[in-house]
């Protein structure tokens, strides 16, 4: 939404994939925050590190969800959109483990 409020009227809105690309990736950024958040809590990583592998997270997260390919999903209608968020979640989550 956030993309679509400040792209303007010059700028074209994302489509529907793309959008949901974005709300996947920041949802998968933000449980990611959660285990950072967790280990800087546990002393295992200090304040600094944890500001430094945010950076790191949200480029890597964005690069390897770009790889998804949108066509995959079929189109995106307000029916359907559920159902692709769900199954693009499942393939970022699966993109994302393969480490």
Known sequence: MKK????GSDA???SAGESIRSF???MTLQLSL????????AGVT???????????LRQ??????????LAAYGKVTAVTCH???ANLTRDALVLLAAR
């Not at 890597?60 to 390919?69: E, G, P, S, V």
């Open 4 to 7: 679509i409020i400040l792209a």
């Open 12 to 14: 074209p809105a994302p």
């Open 24 to 26: 996947v990736g920041e």
């Open 34 to 41: 959660v285990e950072l958040r967790n280990q800087i809590l």
């Open 46 to 56: 200090s304040p600094q590190v944890a500001t430094r592998k945010e950076r790191g």
């Open 60 to 69: 890597w997260i964005t690069a390897k969800l770009r790889n998804l390919d």
């Open 83 to 85: 159902q692709v968020a």
